[in-house]
């Protein structure tokens, strides 16, 4: 049971979900052949109920065999103006089922897949079309209390006494 003025693991991923919502672009982080540590800007998409985050991909870009050889990833958000941001951390797995993906298609997604003939139309049976799917084990997020005068007020009273702001609130949610 959660203590008075505490979030419910449901009411934390229910906001976790929300500002993953507002954000266009996520930082997915990957681990290279060699083990060194990679980052990529990718394109949010909307909310599924059976993932937690995911993206979509080329079958053939090398995000796809990092995350086949090391399924440990981090995908990112930050929100500049409100400085809300998430951090996910969990297993990634690549999902060419035909059939998912044409449930999520978007006809944007052609830009990234040019019509090379035959079934490589950017269609969503275009082979190349994947889905890179994130099963958060650990989400940590900060989500601002005050607009953003409020918070510049805040943080020059903080510099007058001495004292830390308190801008909002950061939660962790584990699986």
Not at 31 to 52: C, F, L, N, T
Not at 133 to 144: G, I, N, Q
Request: charged share 30%.
């Amino acid at each position: 049971m959660a203590e008075k003025g505490e979030n419910t693991k449901q009411e934390k991923m229910q906001e976790f979900q929300e500002l993953v919502d507002k954000f266009d672009l996520g930082m997915l982080v990957t681990h290279s052949e060699d083990g060194s540590i990679v980052s990529r800007v990718m394109a949010s998409q909307e909310r599924r109920p059976d993932v937690d985050v995911w993206f979509v991909t080329n079958i053939d870009d090398g995000k796809v065999a990092e995350i086949e050889t090391y399924p440990e990833v981090n995908v990112s958000y930050v929100n500049p103006g409100s400085r809300e941001w998430v951090s996910v951390s969990g297993i990634g797995s690549i999902n060419t089922d035909r059939e998912t993906i044409a449930s999520v298609y978007k006809p944007d997604w052609k830009a990234w897949f040019p019509d090379e003939g035959g079934d490589r139309n950017g269609g969503p049976n275009d082979p190349r079309i994947a889905l890179v799917e994130v099963d958060a084990h650990r989400v940590t997020y900060f989500k601002s209390t005050d607009s953003r005068p409020v918070a510049l007020f805040k943080v020059l009273r903080a510099m007058a006494t001495g004292t830390p702001p308190d801008l909002g609130d950061t939660k962790t949610i584990t699986r």
